[in-house]
């Protein structure tokens, strides 16, 4: 497969490694450098959701959905295809993303994602977190069950177990790594904020040590070599630590000493 050219191919590779990587099924793959950048995959046996029976499909949605975050995360929005076509389930059930190409900046026929000004639509901000359950949407006809409940569960377990895989592995290219860190702090804050609604609200005084503490804390990460997105996590690590602080009953003044310490 060459795709929609070098540049698209590759980002198509670098999905199918990010998945890979993430313990979400891809088809083993390798690439040929030899003239026009080409990606050769492994031949999986198997049936696309289409042809599946009822029954089939069902255990084939559910287990789609089980990986919807990381599909969201890459903004892999043509996850599903037009006619049901890039998911394969294999002999054995397992489920295959066969076809990548309509992830991270690329849309599926190799075009950059760009809005009519020609600004970029993968940004930091993981729109896909509710476009891709829109049952309008192709993708939005397995996905759009899923609750915000379940979706947090996953964000959480991204961020436990792959957040510093995924980072590492878009490393070589700057601009596509600061995209990613602004994208998982929005995850985390996503999924922070339906804790929270679902939380009381702790009581607790107004404190001039707190707020002296968050100002400190902010105004590092301001004076430092910090990338935008970084500091923003900064921010939202604070945040999570007073919240955590305040629902295990610490009170306001002793959580600004903490944290100015």
Same mark, same amino acid.
């Given at each position: 497969?060459?795709?929609?050219?070098?540049?698209?191919?590759?980002?198509?590779?670098?999905?199918?490694?990010?998945?890979?990587?993430?313990?979400?099924?891809?088809?083993?793959?390798?690439?040929?450098?030899?003239?026009?950048?080409?990606?050769?995959?492994?031949?999986?046996?198997?049936?696309?959701?289409?042809?599946?029976?009822?029954?089939?499909?069902?255990?084939?949605?559910?287990?789609?959905?089980?990986?919807?975050?990381?599909?969201?995360?890459?903004?892999?929005?043509?996850?599903?295809?037009?006619?049901?076509?890039?998911?394969?389930?294999?002999?054995?059930?397992?489920?295959?993303?066969?076809?990548?190409?309509?992830?991270?900046?690329?849309?599926?026929?190799?075009?950059?994602?760009?809005?009519?000004?020609?600004?970029?639509?993968?940004?930091?901000?993981?729109?896909?977190?509710?476009?891709?359950?829109?049952?309008?949407?192709?993708?939005?006809?397995?996905?759009?069950?899923?609750?915000?409940?379940?979706?947090?569960?996953?964000?959480?377990?991204?961020?436990?177990?792959?957040?510093?895989?995924?980072?590492?592995?878009?490393?070589?290219?700057?601009?596509?790594?600061?995209?990613?860190?602004?994208?998982?702090?929005?995850?985390?804050?996503?999924?922070?904020?339906?804790?929270?609604?679902?939380?009381? /609200? %702790?009581?607790? $005084? @107004?404190?001039?040590?707190?707020?002296?503490? =968050?100002?400190?804390?902010?105004?590092?990460? !301001? &004076?430092?070599?910090? /990338? %935008?997105?970084? $500091? @923003?996590?900064?921010?939202?690590?604070?945040? =999570?630590?007073?919240?955590?602080?305040?629902? !295990? &009953?610490?009170?306001?003044?002793?959580?600004? $000493?903490?944290?100015?310490?």
């Amino acid at each position: 497969k060459t795709g929609g050219g070098d540049a698209h191919i590759k980002s198509e590779v670098l999905t199918d490694f990010l998945y890979q990587a993430t313990g979400v099924g891809v088809p083993r793959f390798m690439v040929d450098q030899e003239g026009k950048f080409t990606k050769i995959a492994e031949f999986i046996e198997g049936t696309e959701l289409k042809y599946l029976s009822a029954s089939e499909r069902e255990k084939a949605d559910k287990e789609i959905r089980k990986d919807f975050v990381y599909d969201a995360l890459f903004g892999n929005w043509d996850v599903i295809g037009l006619v049901e076509d890039n998911i394969l389930l294999d002999n054995d059930g397992k489920v295959y993303r066969i076809d990548n190409g309509g992830s991270l900046r690329f849309r599926a026929g190799g075009k950059l994602k760009e809005d009519s000004q020609g600004n970029s639509l993968f940004t930091k901000t993981v729109n896909e977190l509710d476009s891709m359950r829109d049952p309008s949407n192709d993708a939005g006809k397995v996905f759009g069950t899923l609750t915000d409940k379940e979706v947090a569960a996953q964000i959480n377990d991204l961020l436990e177990n792959h957040r510093h895989t995924i980072l590492s592995a878009v490393a070589h290219d700057s601009e596509l790594q600061d995209i990613m860190w602004g994208r998982l702090a929005y995850l985390e804050q996503w999924a922070d904020a339906k804790k929270s609604d679902a939380l009381p /609200k %702790p009581p607790g $005084k @107004a404190s001039k040590f707190l707020d002296k503490a =968050k100002v400190r804390i902010e105004s590092i990460a !301001a &004076g430092s070599h910090f /990338k %935008p997105a970084q $500091k @923003a996590w900064i921010k939202i690590w604070t945040d =999570k630590a007073v919240l955590s602080m305040q629902n !295990a &009953g610490i009170s306001n003044d002793n959580i600004g $000493k903490i944290v100015s310490a």
